[in-house]
Nanobody, 115 residues
Framework: QVQLAESGGGLVQPGGSLRLSCAAS????????MRWYRQAPGKERELVAA???????NYADSVKGRFAISRDIAENTVYLQMNSLKPEDTAVYYC?????????WGQGTQVTVSS
């Protein structure tokens, strides 16, 4: 079974930065797309960023220009670099990986943006 191991969440001040990591127990080329989602209390889970097997990236309008998704193929790891963080970015962030048959999810990591 594929596992996704997340790290990098924590507490940061507004305007600060965090880098989230998602390490997969499989070659990341096995996946058609890998995504970062987030869910804040009282809100539905929303897509933040996605990167395809070919390396094409897409972002939610709310994070465009501030967040960047990237990957280290050798380490089977996908990253989410988060800059210029706002209190509205506070949420549990989840890594998601999709192949032709299955979706896999990380355990979630808390990001709190507060002064």
């Amino acid at each position: 079974q594929v596992q996704l191991a997340e790290s990098g969440g924590g507490l940061v001040q507004p305007g600060g930065s965090l880098r989230l990591s998602c390490a997969a127990s499989a070659n990341i080329f096995s996946f058609n797309v890998m995504r970062w989602y987030r869910q804040a209390p009282g809100k539905e889970r929303e897509l933040v960023a996605a990167i395809t097997g070919g390396g094409s990236a897409n972002y939610a309008d709310s994070v465009k220009g501030r967040f960047a998704i990237s990957r280290d193929i050798a380490e089977n790891t996908v990253y989410l670099q988060m800059n210029s963080l706002k209190p509205e970015d506070t949420a549990v962030y989840y890594c998601n990986a999709e192949n032709s048959r299955f979706n896999y999810w990380g355990q979630g990591t808390q990001v709190t943006v507060s002064s």
